[in-house]
């Protein structure tokens, strides 16, 4: 039982991937080439090319800067040189990032042209450190945007928060609700918003009978919002009345803030079914449909409705479902098959998905362009592999509408997902977990000699053994380590939260000369496992690399919203041409404050002394030569 529940939870899973790849599907790009997607404004929005915040500046906080005295001086007094108040943003002239930079007398809201209803909405944000600002769905129901950096208990007011309403008569007051955590970024850093929202709905005679709901809100890639209702408008909207459709609305008086990559899709409900299911039923181990298709079967039937419940064995077996599919409208409509076993799936004698393995399963699509209509369907479904349990599922969508189930509920739960997921916490002293880790999410990628450090103050980071090198960083929960640990498992972690991804491969390196690549694999490298510091119960890295001794730390500091790596050589020797990469991405900035925005703004690096930008292979890279026996740098993200 323990093998099938976590084979189907895989499934599972996947079919949640392949699900929100869907939704992105046919998404609208809002052109940030000029204001024209705009209602007139104060002048406080404009469209720039780039924009770089200074993350120490703190926009609601600084003093104004005492002016500078003018005409001549008393006899004997020293002129006094009052320098400029730093500015918190800079921007370039171009194309494609919408920027507010408000002040006393320009500090309009920002109100799109077009309307909407129900709507999946994806753009990036950028704020100053302290601003505020929020996003109002159909101009009434606001997320807010705030830097919640480093906040350890989200509110409503931090960012992705679903703000409140100041109401004080009795029906008519709306507390907010709070992000289920806080993974937001440092100031200045790009973060992702992702919503699905879902409109207020309303009967003939304009009487609601649904309220609006964020069915989802995913912040930097974690769902921090699950099917919220929001009963009434919160506070601030543009008008406090609902409706069917309203406008986007930005909020422009209370600090600066950019966007970029704004993308929505306007969606309606879907009305495609299913009729006239019959269901051959037949008995055997069959490796393909050929083996059944034309045999005599052991039952057969209709059924009101698509469902695997048509046997009382679970496995050896195959049936073939006939029936017909109406689609209301002429459109491409894309079919999504979830299913044990092998399968085969036609539309109208096209065949959308064909797995011919008994022991196969998961979620497959295909997509048909259909007139209205009624189409005839044909599934051919079998099974030869016990540990799974009998699942058909089937859903159908356009672009522009939400997914519709034809199958029984029982045929395919949603969210069936049995296997109780393995959480690592940490406790009062750092927790270690060796495992393997897919970088970047990405199979390809997998790191097989890494540890997992968690700290007690939700500060965590991933260490690649096998290459000496920092790989990841991430604030909030520890590990999900249920593809490691259930059942025979894979030997992979799965991180908690808005996982930073670094770089791979061997940081230190002796080099020929200053712009040459660093090795792509460690060969010349050799780990030597770690000790465990007793007085922090954080380890310490150890490993040889062409006769240095070297000694590897990480660890928090800034009331744990960054990680220092602290790298340490023996007996250093008088060899030149050591070098140490500290960062590697599609662009590398330098700024005032000694720091470095990574990849496109993505996250911070700030090294102990000067680093070099150099591009090798097409990739910028954050180098410094190692001329002492230590180095030092931090990241902030």
Not at 50 to 64: K, P, W, Y
Not at 91 to 100: M, V
Not at 558 to 565: F, P
Request: glycine share 10%; with cysteine.
């Amino acid at each position: 039982m323990y093998l099938r529940t976590n084979i189907f939870a895989a499934f599972t899973m996947l079919s949640c991937s392949v699900a929100f790849a869907q939704q992105r599907d046919g998404m609208e790009t809002l052109k940030l080439d000029d204001m024209s997607a705009f209602k007139t404004q104060a002048g406080n929005w404009q469209i720039v090319g780039d924009v770089v915040i200074d993350r120490t500046v703190d926009v609601h906080h600084e003093d104004a800067a005492p002016a500078a005295e003018t005409g001549k001086k008393k006899k004997g007094k020293k002129e006094e040189v009052v320098a400029a108040a730093p500015q918190a943003v800079r921007f370039t002239a171009g194309k494609g990032i919408l920027l507010n930079l408000n002040d006393n007398t320009k500090k309009d809201n920002l109100v799109t042209n077009f309307e909407h209803g129900d709507i999946e909405l994806s753009l990036e944000v950028m704020l100053p450190k302290g601003s505020n600002s929020g996003l109002y769905l159909q101009g009434r129901y606001e997320v807010q945007l705030f830097d919640s950096w480093g906040a350890k208990s989200a509110k409503y007011s931090d960012i992705g928060g679903i703000y409140r309403n100041w109401e004080n008569e009795p029906g008519k007051i709306y507390l907010g609700k709070a992000p289920l955590s806080n993974p937001s970024k440092a100031p200045g850093l790009w973060q992702t918003l992702k919503i699905s929202f879902r409109a207020p709905k309303f009967d003939t005679n304009g009487k609601k009978i649904a309220n609006a709901r964020f069915v989802s809100v995913e912040l930097n890639g974690v769902k921090i919002h699950d099917n919220v209702e929001v009963p009434l408008p919160t506070g601030g909207p543009v008008e406090n009345n609902e409706t069917a459709k309203g406008p986007i609305m930005i909020q422009g008086d209370h600090g600066a803030v950019a966007f970029r990559n704004v993308r929505y899709k306007l969606m309606k409900e879907g009305a495609a079914a299913v009729s006239d299911v019959a269901f051959k039923a037949y008995k055997g181990n069959f490796k393909a449909v050929s083996e059944f298709a034309t045999a005599k079967p052991v039952k057969t039937g209709t059924s009101p409705s698509l469902t695997c419940d048509v046997l009382d064995d679970e496995n050896g077996y195959g049936i073939v479902y006939t029936g017909k599919v109406t689609v209301p409208t002429d459109g491409k409509y894309t079919f999504r098959l979830g299913y044990t076993g092998g399968v085969v799936f036609t539309v109208n004698d096209e065949t959308l998905v064909d797995v011919q393995r008994p022991d196969a399963g998961g979620w497959n699509e295909g997509s048909v362009t259909l007139k209205a209509g009624s189409y005839p369907f044909v599934i051919a479904n079998f099974k030869d592999a016990s540990w799974m349990p009998p699942r058909l599922g089937l859903t159908v969508q356009t672009d522009g509408t939400y997914p519709v189930t034809l199958n029984a509920y029982n045929s395919f739960p949603p969210d069936d997902e049995p296997t109780t997921p393995i959480l690592i916490a940490v406790g009062s002293q750092p927790k270690l977990l060796r495992a393997f880790i897919n970088f970047d999410g990405r199979r390809s990628k997998r790191l097989t000699h890494t540890i997992g450090v968690g700290e007690p103050g939700g500060i965590n980071y991933v260490y690649d053994l096998g290459s000496g090198n920092l790989a990841a960083v991430w604030r909030g929960d520890f590990v999900d380590a249920t593809p490691m640990w259930h059942d025979r498992g894979d030997g992979s972690f799965r991180p908690l939260g808005a996982v930073q991804y670094l770089f791979i491969g061997q940081p230190l390196a002796f080099l020929p000369n200053a712009n040459d690549a660093f090795p792509e694999t460690a060969n010349e490298y050799r780990s030597k496992g770690y000790t465990v510091d007793p007085a922090t119960g954080r380890p310490v890295f150890k490993f040889l690399y062409k006769g240095l001794e070297v000694s590897d730390k990480v660890y928090p500091e800034d009331n744990e919203r960054i990680l220092t790596h602290e790298v340490t050589i023996k007996d250093r020797g008088t060899q030149t041409g050591l070098y140490y990469k500290l960062a590697e991405g599609s662009s590398i900035l330098s700024l005032p404050d000694g720091s470095y925005a990574i990849d496109d703004k993505q996250y911070y690096v700030k090294p102990t002394g000067q680093a070099t930008i150099r591009e090798v292979g097409g990739k910028k890279e954050l180098v410094v030569p190692v001329t002492g026996n230590t180095v030092k740098y931090s990241v902030i993200w």
